[in-house]
């Protein structure tokens, strides 16, 4: 009974020595980001696009901010962090899309795209200059300028997702 015993601590002690050795992240986010990666920096994303939306810039930097404070432990520096995302808005435009029998647009389509430069300065592989581009459609009756604020909002929430699933979950 004695030898029983003591093979079960032993057993433990192997357990637990190997469970402290082995790292491994969990993230509800499906994000799978480096131990060893602690900080992270946003760049000013400059407006380059044809026609500029004077707020974009600081709206979509604020946002990709926000969005890897929220989602992730890292801490936000000034500089260059461990990984660091810089860029810009290369595309605003708004075209119509349903046309009608009347050749008249039914919807129009706000389109955004941007240049993402993501530099992972711990994982060098999982570096990118990706474009990434979103839009979000609108009725014709209304103008761009009494929707405007809100389809930004919501194409900047599309964009923040597809950056940030490009950067950290490998799926």
């Not at 660091?84 to 009347?102: L, V």
């Not at 581009?133 to 300028?145: A, G, I, N, P």
Request: charged fraction near 25%.
């Amino acid at each position: 009974m004695k030898v029983s015993a003591l093979i079960q601590a032993i057993l433990v002690v192997l357990v637990f020595s190997f469970s402290q050795s082995c790292k491994v992240s969990y993230s509800f986010t499906g994000a799978t980001i480096s131990p060893e990666i602690k900080t992270f920096s946003v760049q000013y994303f400059d407006n380059r696009a044809p026609l500029v939306q004077p707020q974009l810039s600081q709206i979509f930097t604020d946002a990709l901010r926000e969005k890897l404070q929220g989602q992730t432990s890292l801490n936000l520096v000034t500089g260059f962090g461990d990984v660091d995302f810089s860029g810009e808005i290369k595309n605003y435009e708004t075209r119509p899309q349903a046309i009608t029998g009347d050749e008249t647009a039914a919807t129009n389509r706000l389109t955004i795209t941007v240049r993402v430069k993501f530099t992972n300065e711990i994982e060098t592989d999982k570096s990118f200059d990706t474009s990434f581009s979103r839009f979000q459609d609108y009725s014709s009756e209304k103008d761009l300028s009494s929707v405007e604020d809100e389809l930004i909002k919501l194409i900047v929430e599309d964009l923040m997702e597809d950056i940030y699933n490009k950067a950290f979950v490998n799926w």
